[in-house]
Protein backbone atom coordinates (compact mmCIF):
# COMPACT_ATOMS: atom_id res chain seq x y z
CA UNK A 1 0.00 0.00 0.00
CA UNK A 2 1.54 3.59 -1.07
CA UNK A 3 1.78 6.10 2.00
CA UNK A 4 0.95 9.41 0.51
CA UNK A 5 3.23 12.41 2.61
CA UNK A 6 0.52 14.72 4.17
CA UNK A 7 1.17 18.29 2.64
CA UNK A 8 1.93 19.97 5.61
CA UNK A 9 5.08 18.05 6.24
CA UNK A 10 5.54 18.12 2.32
CA UNK A 11 5.59 22.27 3.05
CA UNK A 12 7.49 22.14 6.01
CA UNK A 13 10.50 20.23 3.96
CA UNK A 14 10.51 22.67 1.04
CA UNK A 15 10.01 25.69 3.51
CA UNK A 16 13.34 24.49 5.21
CA UNK A 17 15.24 23.51 2.30
CA UNK A 18 14.98 27.15 -0.01
CA UNK A 19 15.51 28.99 3.70
CA UNK A 20 18.35 26.99 5.18
CA UNK A 21 16.65 27.15 8.60
CA UNK A 22 14.42 25.20 10.61
CA UNK A 23 13.31 28.64 12.53
CA UNK A 24 13.04 30.74 9.72
CA UNK A 25 10.66 28.08 8.08
CA UNK A 26 8.33 27.53 11.08
CA UNK A 27 8.29 31.57 11.53
CA UNK A 28 6.75 31.05 7.45
CA UNK A 29 4.55 28.67 8.19
CA UNK A 30 3.71 30.21 11.74
CA UNK A 31 4.45 27.03 13.41
CA UNK A 32 6.52 26.18 16.37
CA UNK A 33 10.13 25.49 15.43
CA UNK A 34 8.98 21.66 17.33
CA UNK A 35 6.16 21.65 15.25
CA UNK A 36 8.47 22.02 11.74
CA UNK A 37 10.96 19.31 13.49
CA UNK A 38 7.73 17.17 13.73
CA UNK A 39 6.70 17.65 10.32
CA UNK A 40 10.40 16.81 8.84
CA UNK A 41 11.01 13.73 10.87
CA UNK A 42 7.26 12.36 9.29
CA UNK A 43 8.30 12.94 6.27
CA UNK A 44 12.06 11.37 6.82
CA UNK A 45 10.25 8.07 8.25
CA UNK A 46 7.66 8.25 5.64
CA UNK A 47 10.33 8.35 2.17
CA UNK A 48 12.83 6.26 4.64
CA UNK A 49 16.12 9.14 3.96
CA UNK A 50 17.31 10.99 5.20
CA UNK A 51 16.02 14.96 4.20
CA UNK A 52 19.24 17.05 6.03
CA UNK A 53 22.84 16.65 7.11
CA UNK A 54 23.83 19.24 9.83
CA UNK A 55 27.22 20.02 10.18
CA UNK A 56 27.75 22.59 13.35
CA UNK A 57 25.27 25.22 12.97
CA UNK A 58 24.92 24.69 8.96
CA UNK A 59 21.74 22.87 7.62
CA UNK A 60 22.32 21.45 4.25
CA UNK A 61 20.34 18.66 2.12
CA UNK A 62 21.48 15.13 1.71
CA UNK A 63 22.21 13.92 -1.70
CA UNK A 64 18.18 11.97 -1.51
CA UNK A 65 17.08 15.12 -0.29
CA UNK A 66 18.06 17.33 -3.33
CA UNK A 67 16.73 15.17 -5.52
CA UNK A 68 13.37 14.98 -3.81
CA UNK A 69 13.15 18.38 -3.40
CA UNK A 70 12.77 18.74 -7.01
CA UNK A 71 9.81 16.27 -6.65
CA UNK A 72 8.39 18.30 -3.87
CA UNK A 73 8.35 21.78 -5.58
CA UNK A 74 6.64 20.15 -8.63
CA UNK A 75 3.96 18.17 -6.92
CA UNK A 76 3.30 21.92 -4.51
CA UNK A 77 3.49 23.75 -7.39
CA UNK A 78 0.50 21.88 -9.63
CA UNK A 79 -1.79 21.68 -5.98
CA UNK A 80 -1.11 25.54 -5.63
CA UNK A 81 -2.35 25.61 -9.82
CA UNK A 82 -5.79 24.06 -8.70
CA UNK A 83 -7.93 26.72 -8.94
CA UNK A 84 -10.22 27.40 -5.46
CA UNK A 85 -12.82 28.94 -4.33
CA UNK A 86 -11.69 32.62 -2.35
CA UNK A 87 -11.99 32.09 1.68
CA UNK A 88 -13.54 34.78 3.92
CA UNK A 89 -10.55 36.13 5.55
CA UNK A 90 -10.04 34.70 9.52
CA UNK A 91 -9.27 36.67 12.29
CA UNK A 92 -6.10 35.59 14.52
CA UNK A 93 -6.36 31.71 15.50
CA UNK A 94 -4.95 29.86 18.70
CA UNK A 95 -4.07 25.95 19.16
CA UNK A 96 -4.48 24.91 22.26
CA UNK A 97 -4.17 21.18 23.52
CA UNK A 98 -5.83 19.85 26.84
CA UNK A 99 -6.36 17.16 28.64
CA UNK A 100 -9.74 15.41 27.89
CA UNK A 101 -10.95 15.66 31.25
CA UNK A 102 -9.65 19.57 32.06
CA UNK A 103 -10.86 20.19 28.21
CA UNK A 104 -14.63 18.62 29.38
CA UNK A 105 -14.62 20.40 32.94
CA UNK A 106 -13.19 23.00 32.69
CA UNK A 107 -12.56 24.62 29.65
CA UNK A 108 -15.93 23.93 27.66
CA UNK A 109 -18.84 25.21 30.07
CA UNK A 110 -16.36 28.75 29.86
CA UNK A 111 -14.91 28.73 26.26
CA UNK A 112 -18.12 30.89 25.29
CA UNK A 113 -17.12 33.41 27.67
CA UNK A 114 -13.94 34.09 25.99
CA UNK A 115 -15.46 33.86 22.38
CA UNK A 116 -17.74 36.52 23.89
CA UNK A 117 -15.08 38.66 24.65
CA UNK A 118 -12.79 38.11 21.91
CA UNK A 119 -14.75 37.06 18.75
CA UNK A 120 -11.29 37.76 16.47
CA UNK A 121 -9.84 34.80 17.79
CA UNK A 122 -10.18 31.71 16.64
CA UNK A 123 -9.56 28.88 19.26
CA UNK A 124 -9.56 25.21 18.20
CA UNK A 125 -8.89 22.99 20.42
CA UNK A 126 -6.77 19.28 20.44
CA UNK A 127 -6.87 16.82 22.89
CA UNK A 128 -4.23 14.85 24.91
CA UNK A 129 -2.92 12.12 27.25
CA UNK A 130 -1.67 13.46 30.31
CA UNK A 131 1.80 12.30 30.91
CA UNK A 132 2.14 10.70 27.65
CA UNK A 133 1.79 13.23 25.20
CA UNK A 134 4.72 15.37 26.11
CA UNK A 135 5.91 17.62 22.96
CA UNK A 136 4.38 20.87 22.40
CA UNK A 137 3.67 19.50 18.52
CA UNK A 138 1.34 21.69 16.66
CA UNK A 139 -0.04 23.49 19.45
CA UNK A 140 0.62 27.26 20.58
CA UNK A 141 -0.61 26.51 23.95
CA UNK A 142 -0.70 23.22 26.49
CA UNK A 143 -2.46 22.48 29.61
CA UNK A 144 -0.77 19.70 31.14
CA UNK A 145 -1.75 17.80 34.15
CA UNK A 146 1.93 16.49 36.08
CA UNK A 147 4.67 17.66 37.66
CA UNK A 148 5.63 20.61 36.10
CA UNK A 149 9.03 19.87 35.45
CA UNK A 150 9.03 21.34 31.64
CA UNK A 151 12.35 22.50 30.58
CA UNK A 152 13.14 24.87 27.57
CA UNK A 153 9.49 25.74 28.30
CA UNK A 154 7.45 28.76 29.75
CA UNK A 155 5.29 27.30 32.58
CA UNK A 156 2.67 28.83 34.83
CA UNK A 157 0.85 26.38 36.90
CA UNK A 158 -2.84 27.39 36.87
CA UNK A 159 -4.10 25.64 40.22
CA UNK A 160 -3.92 22.80 42.38
CA UNK A 161 -7.13 21.03 44.84
CA UNK A 162 -7.01 18.24 47.27
CA UNK A 163 -7.76 15.06 46.31
CA UNK A 164 -9.82 12.79 48.33
CA UNK A 165 -11.48 9.14 48.21
CA UNK A 166 -15.14 9.05 46.75
CA UNK A 167 -17.34 5.66 45.36
CA UNK A 168 -21.12 5.06 44.89
CA UNK A 169 -23.52 4.45 46.91
CA UNK A 170 -24.49 0.89 45.26
CA UNK A 171 -20.42 -0.05 45.51
CA UNK A 172 -20.76 1.24 49.23
CA UNK A 173 -24.13 -0.88 49.87
CA UNK A 174 -21.93 -3.92 48.37
CA UNK A 175 -19.20 -4.24 51.00
CA UNK A 176 -18.98 -3.91 54.67
CA UNK A 177 -19.04 -0.09 55.99
CA UNK A 178 -15.67 1.75 55.62
CA UNK A 179 -15.54 3.97 58.27
CA UNK A 180 -11.98 4.51 58.56
CA UNK A 181 -9.22 4.59 55.71
CA UNK A 182 -7.38 1.21 57.13
CA UNK A 183 -11.08 -0.20 55.94
CA UNK A 184 -10.15 0.37 52.27
CA UNK A 185 -8.18 -2.99 53.33
CA UNK A 186 -11.03 -4.80 51.81
CA UNK A 187 -12.57 -2.75 49.03
CA UNK A 188 -11.64 -2.57 45.41
CA UNK A 189 -9.35 0.37 44.36
CA UNK A 190 -9.63 1.90 40.94
CA UNK A 191 -6.34 3.40 40.03
CA UNK A 192 -4.98 6.10 37.86
CA UNK A 193 -1.42 7.38 37.62
CA UNK A 194 -2.38 10.62 37.52
CA UNK A 195 -4.20 10.09 41.12
CA UNK A 196 -1.93 7.76 42.87
CA UNK A 197 -3.12 6.46 45.78
CA UNK A 198 0.34 6.26 47.83
CA UNK A 199 0.27 10.24 48.77
CA UNK A 200 -2.91 9.79 50.34
CA UNK A 201 -1.96 6.27 51.58
CA UNK A 202 0.90 8.19 53.44
CA UNK A 203 -1.66 11.41 54.69
CA UNK A 204 -4.23 8.88 55.90
CA UNK A 205 -0.89 7.29 58.19
CA UNK A 206 -1.34 4.37 56.42
CA UNK A 207 1.99 2.54 55.38
CA UNK A 208 0.90 0.85 52.55
CA UNK A 209 2.10 0.62 48.77
CA UNK A 210 0.57 1.68 45.60
CA UNK A 211 -1.98 -0.92 44.49
CA UNK A 212 -0.81 -3.27 42.07
CA UNK A 213 -4.58 -4.46 41.13
CA UNK A 214 -8.00 -3.34 40.45
CA UNK A 215 -8.73 -1.76 37.25
CA UNK A 216 -6.27 0.76 35.78
CA UNK A 217 -6.74 4.25 33.64
CA UNK A 218 -5.08 6.93 32.45
CA UNK A 219 -7.97 9.55 31.84
CA UNK A 220 -9.43 10.96 34.85
CA UNK A 221 -12.70 11.90 33.59
CA UNK A 222 -12.91 7.76 32.60
CA UNK A 223 -11.79 7.18 36.50
CA UNK A 224 -14.93 8.86 37.55
CA UNK A 225 -17.21 6.64 35.40
CA UNK A 226 -15.59 3.80 36.59
CA UNK A 227 -16.47 4.87 39.73
CA UNK A 228 -19.83 6.25 39.53
CA UNK A 229 -20.67 3.01 38.07
CA UNK A 230 -19.61 0.91 41.47
CA UNK A 231 -16.17 -0.38 39.94
CA UNK A 232 -14.84 0.61 43.35
CA UNK A 233 -13.55 3.31 45.22
CA UNK A 234 -10.73 5.92 43.80
CA UNK A 235 -9.42 8.94 44.45
CA UNK A 236 -10.46 12.75 43.01
CA UNK A 237 -10.70 16.55 43.20
CA UNK A 238 -14.36 19.31 43.33
CA UNK A 239 -14.10 20.50 39.90
CA UNK A 240 -14.13 17.29 38.54
CA UNK A 241 -16.83 15.60 40.98
CA UNK A 242 -19.11 18.06 41.85
CA UNK A 243 -22.05 17.77 40.17
CA UNK A 244 -21.93 13.65 40.66
CA UNK A 245 -21.22 14.88 44.53
CA UNK A 246 -24.39 17.30 44.23
CA UNK A 247 -26.73 14.19 42.45
CA UNK A 248 -25.96 11.58 45.08
CA UNK A 249 -23.83 9.35 42.13
CA UNK A 250 -20.68 9.34 44.28
CA UNK A 251 -20.39 9.80 48.10
CA UNK A 252 -16.99 11.34 49.84
CA UNK A 253 -15.69 9.15 52.18
CA UNK A 254 -13.40 9.78 54.99
CA UNK A 255 -12.75 13.43 56.33
CA UNK A 256 -9.81 13.10 54.88
CA UNK A 257 -7.90 15.12 51.78
CA UNK A 258 -4.36 15.35 50.50
CA UNK A 259 -3.79 19.01 50.51
CA UNK A 260 -0.85 19.07 48.10
CA UNK A 261 -1.25 16.25 45.70
CA UNK A 262 1.99 15.26 43.29
CA UNK A 263 -0.08 16.80 39.99
CA UNK A 264 -1.64 20.15 39.05
CA UNK A 265 -2.68 21.87 35.94
CA UNK A 266 0.09 24.02 33.97
CA UNK A 267 0.08 26.25 31.06
CA UNK A 268 2.59 25.24 28.62
CA UNK A 269 4.04 26.79 25.55
CA UNK A 270 7.57 28.01 23.82
CA UNK A 271 8.66 31.54 24.87
CA UNK A 272 8.20 33.03 21.17
CA UNK A 273 4.61 31.55 21.04
CA UNK A 274 3.93 33.71 24.53
CA UNK A 275 4.96 36.73 23.05
CA UNK A 276 2.23 36.64 20.08
CA UNK A 277 -0.78 38.92 20.82
CA UNK A 278 -3.47 36.31 20.02
CA UNK A 279 -1.87 33.93 22.74
CA UNK A 280 -1.01 36.31 24.97
CA UNK A 281 -4.80 37.28 25.06
CA UNK A 282 -5.90 33.60 25.42
CA UNK A 283 -3.04 33.50 28.88
CA UNK A 284 -4.34 35.81 30.48
CA UNK A 285 -8.04 34.93 30.38
CA UNK A 286 -7.02 31.41 31.44
CA UNK A 287 -4.94 32.85 34.20
CA UNK A 288 -7.65 35.06 35.46
CA UNK A 289 -10.64 32.29 35.21
CA UNK A 290 -8.66 28.91 36.42
CA UNK A 291 -5.95 30.57 38.37
CA UNK A 292 -7.91 31.53 41.22
CA UNK A 293 -10.35 28.54 40.93
Known amino acids: MTRIPPVHALSAFEAAARLGSFAAAASELCITPSALSHRIRLLEELVGERLFLREGRSLGLSEFGRRYLDVV???????????????????????????????????????????????????????????????????????????GNYPDLVSEKLFEEPAFAVASPAYLASIAPLRVPSDLARARLVRSALEPWQPWFEAAGLDWPEPSSGVRVDDLGLLLELIKHGHGVGLTRAHFARELLDRGEVVRLFDLQLVSPPHAYYMVCEAQQAQRPEVAVLLAWMRSTFGNT
Open 73 to 147: RQALRTLSALPMQPREARGDCVKITLPPTFARYMMVPRIGEFMRLHPQITVEIYLSVPLYDLSLSESDVEVRFGA
